[in-house]
């Protein structure tokens, strides 16, 4: 059924690279981004897993990270020496058997769509600017394998992944 939708009301931002997501800002064509929706919800009490390559820590996500997981199983291809463990900090390096190779901070590009903090004259405003982020590692910076993807995601929601302590507070 096709209907006629209509902007809510903007709140505007103070953060210095808004600009930059120019696809988030309300269009004149009433298409449907994250201004109209900030007077509805900000993300309050919300956790959103984010499994991707991990974060790094960064002032346009004060605040914002929740406990998360590392879920990349084999320590050469993590970057960071260890196999799965309660730190899924992003090494940004890659290892594919070539040597090290330097990576991207893609999860902290994905979390901070998601939820970078709004009116802090700090980088950018995200969708749900008072979200929680978890992180879940699955992926270094040159990919991964499917099963620490699959685990991430069962240990995300709160399922039982063998080997690993459950997620005290899961992701809805």
Do not use: F
Not at 60 to 72: E, F, K, L, S
Request: charged share 15%; with cysteine; hydrophobic share 35%.
């Amino acid at each position: 059924v096709d209907r006629q939708i209509a902007r809510h009301g903007s709140i505007s931002t103070n953060d210095s690279l808004y600009y930059v997501l120019w696809n988030l800002a309300a269009g004149d064509d009433g298409s449907s981004v994250s201004e109209p929706v900030w007077p509805q919800g900000t993300g309050t009490g919300i956790t959103v897993a984010v499994l991707d390559t991990g974060m790094v820590g960064h002032p346009d996500m004060g605040g914002a990270r929740t406990v998360g997981y590392d879920m990349i199983s084999d320590p050469g291809l993590a970057g960071d020496g260890t196999g799965r463990d309660a730190d899924p900090t992003d090494t940004m390096t890659c290892n594919d058997g070539s040597g090290a190779q330097p990576g991207s901070p893609h999860g902290l590009m994905v979390g901070s769509v998601i939820a970078a903090r709004m009116n802090n004259s700090e980088g950018i405003a995200g969708v749900a600017p008072q979200a929680s982020i978890m992180p879940v590692r699955v992926l270094a910076s040159c990919g991964g394998w499917l099963s620490d993807v699959l685990d991430g995601m069962r240990w995300a929601v709160g399922l039982p992944v063998a080997g690993l302590p459950n997620n005290p507070n899961p992701a809805k």
